[in-house]
């Protein structure tokens, strides 16, 4: 298997790359990155070239993309701009990656006759509200609210109409929160933990009520290979290990993980049009492909996480100020 992985030099697609990387080892891999503020080549330092090959490129340069497709067997597309803070500020380059970007992987792909795999993500079902109990599933009306979403819904849409007209070999999945090493500092539990590390007190936005379903993302890896190698063509699954939390529970644990005094944050400006409650119904995944999430224990995992990142400040600290300076002009 020659296996292409668009974004592999972000959290989750280093995450993906690695995991891969270490399960089957008879594979070759290729990164395609454009090294955003977000991609970091360090992410995959220990990878050895005879099995992996990075290259440092943009998936919406057509010759680029086409090269790298007609090497390959599959391809897992990762890329994306993927903060939504970042989409609120400047929506346009969202466009750019997240549809012009995975318009021109499906026309390589239909070229080349490639196997797919689309990464996406819960956000693009909307909000369910909170005191609800009901979860997203495969049947959820897509209703996205915030520039990110909205890119990332029109990113499914494409796939899903090439899949459709062309009849393009390709599986989506949609999966909840991420959490793990090597995620960047703008996200909240990074964030959050490095401020503490640095003496800051940790940031909520608005009353902290808003509920995320966090999964280590060495679960979502192990459910992309399930999909990619088991998965039935032309389906979507639906990824998530049933971690919901509000946010302010969030933040009260990492303190107390931490060793700091549960009230020792602070509430900031909201985000405008803040998506109150996700959640996911993973039953599809785990009874059509037998995926099962290993980390059980959200505590367990961000014990891990919080450790990871108090020995590589060498990996965070070069975007902490930067990355703090753009939320300080947002008053958040
Ligand atoms: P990330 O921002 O950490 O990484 C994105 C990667 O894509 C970076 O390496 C960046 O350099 C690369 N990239 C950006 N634009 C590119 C372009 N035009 N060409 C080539 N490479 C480009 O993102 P992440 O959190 O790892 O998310 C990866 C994917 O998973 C995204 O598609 C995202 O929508 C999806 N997702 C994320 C989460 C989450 O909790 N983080 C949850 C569900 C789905
Ligand atoms: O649901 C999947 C999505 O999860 C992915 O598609 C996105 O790529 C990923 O960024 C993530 O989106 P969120 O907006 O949920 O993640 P973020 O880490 O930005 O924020 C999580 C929650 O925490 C959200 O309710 C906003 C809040 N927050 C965020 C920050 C950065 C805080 O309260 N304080 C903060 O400092």
Same mark, same amino acid.
């Given at each position: 298997?020659?296996?292409?992985?668009?974004?592999?030099?972000?959290?989750?697609? %280093?995450?993906?790359?690695?995991? #891969?990387?270490?399960?089957?080892?008879?594979?070759?891999?290729?990164?395609?990155?454009? *090294?955003? @503020?977000?991609?970091? !080549?360090?992410?995959?330092?220990?990878?050895? +070239? %005879?099995?992996?090959?990075?290259?440092?490129?943009?998936?919406?340069?057509?010759?680029?993309?086409?090269?790298?497709?007609? +090497?390959?067997?599959?391809?897992?597309?990762?890329?994306?701009?993927?903060?939504? &803070?970042?989409?609120?500020?400047?929506? !346009?380059? =969202?466009?750019?990656?997240?549809?012009? /970007?995975?318009?021109?992987?499906?026309?390589? #792909?239909?070229?080349? /006759?490639? !196997?797919?795999?689309?990464?996406?993500? &819960?956000?693009?079902?909307? &909000?369910?509200?909170? /005191?609800?109990?009901? $979860? =997203?599933?495969?049947?959820? !009306?897509?209703?996205?609210? %915030?520039? @990110?979403?909205?890119?990332?819904?029109?990113?499914?849409?494409? #796939?899903?109409?090439?899949?459709?007209?062309?009849?393009?070999?390709?599986?989506?999945?949609?999966?909840?929160?991420?959490?793990?090493?090597?995620?960047?500092?703008?996200?909240?539990?990074?964030?959050?933990?490095?401020?503490?590390?640095?003496?800051?007190?940790?940031? *909520?936005?608005?009353?902290?009520?808003?509920?995320?379903?966090?999964?280590?993302?060495? &679960?979502?890896?192990?459910?992309?290979?399930?999909?990619?190698?088991?998965?039935?063509?032309?389906?979507?699954?639906?990824?998530?290990?049933?971690?919901?939390?509000?946010?302010?529970?969030?933040?009260?644990?990492?303190?107390?993980?931490?060793?700091? %005094?549960? +009230?020792?944050?602070? =509430?900031?400006?909201?985000?405008?049009?803040?998506?109150?409650?996700?959640?996911?119904?993973?039953?599809?995944?785990?009874?059509?492909?037998?995926?099962?999430?290993?980390?059980?224990?959200?505590?367990?995992?961000?014990?891990?996480?919080?450790?990871?990142?108090?020995?590589?400040?060498?990996?965070?600290?070069?975007?902490?100020?930067?990355?703090?300076?753009?939320? $300080?002009?947002?008053?958040?």
């Amino acid at each position: 298997m020659k296996l292409l992985v668009t974004g592999g030099a972000g959290f989750i697609g %280093s995450n993906f790359v690695r995991y #891969v990387y270490k399960e089957r080892p008879d594979w070759h891999i290729t990164v395609l990155d454009k *090294l955003t @503020y977000a991609g970091d !080549r360090k992410n995959l330092e220990d990878l050895d +070239d %005879s099995r992996f090959t990075f290259i440092h490129g943009d998936i919406c340069d057509e010759q680029t993309i086409d090269k790298a497709v007609a +090497d390959c067997d599959a391809v897992v597309h990762f890329a994306a701009e993927s903060h939504v &803070d970042n989409s609120i500020r400047g929506p !346009r380059l =969202f466009l750019d990656t997240n549809i012009i /970007g995975t318009y021109e992987v499906l026309e390589a #792909v239909r070229k080349y /006759g490639k !196997r797919l795999h689309h990464i996406s993500t &819960d956000e693009v079902y909307g &909000d369910l509200g909170l /005191g609800s109990t009901e $979860k =997203f599933s495969e049947k959820s !009306r897509y209703d996205p609210r %915030s520039p @990110y979403s909205a890119t990332k819904a029109g990113s499914d849409h494409l #796939v899903r109409s090439w899949i459709h007209t062309y009849g393009l070999e390709a599986t989506i999945s949609n999966c909840s929160n991420n959490y793990g090493p090597y995620q960047h500092v703008e996200k909240v539990i990074p964030r959050n933990i490095t401020n503490i590390i640095l003496g800051i007190k940790p940031k *909520l936005y608005g009353e902290g009520k808003n509920v995320r379903d966090w999964i280590h993302a060495e &679960d979502h890896s192990s459910a992309i290979l399930a999909i990619l190698e088991d998965g039935k063509l032309g389906e979507t699954y639906m990824i998530g290990a049933n971690g919901e939390l509000d946010n302010k529970t969030l933040i009260q644990t990492i303190l107390e993980l931490m060793g700091k %005094s549960p +009230d020792d944050f602070e =509430f900031v400006n909201d985000r405008p049009g803040h998506d109150l409650r996700y959640a996911i119904d993973a039953s599809k995944i785990k009874n059509e492909l037998g995926w099962q999430p290993k980390y059980a224990d959200f505590k367990q995992g961000l014990t891990q996480t919080i450790e990871w990142y108090k020995q590589n400040e060498d990996w965070w600290k070069p975007q902490k100020a930067e990355t703090e300076a753009k939320y $300080k002009e947002l008053g958040r």
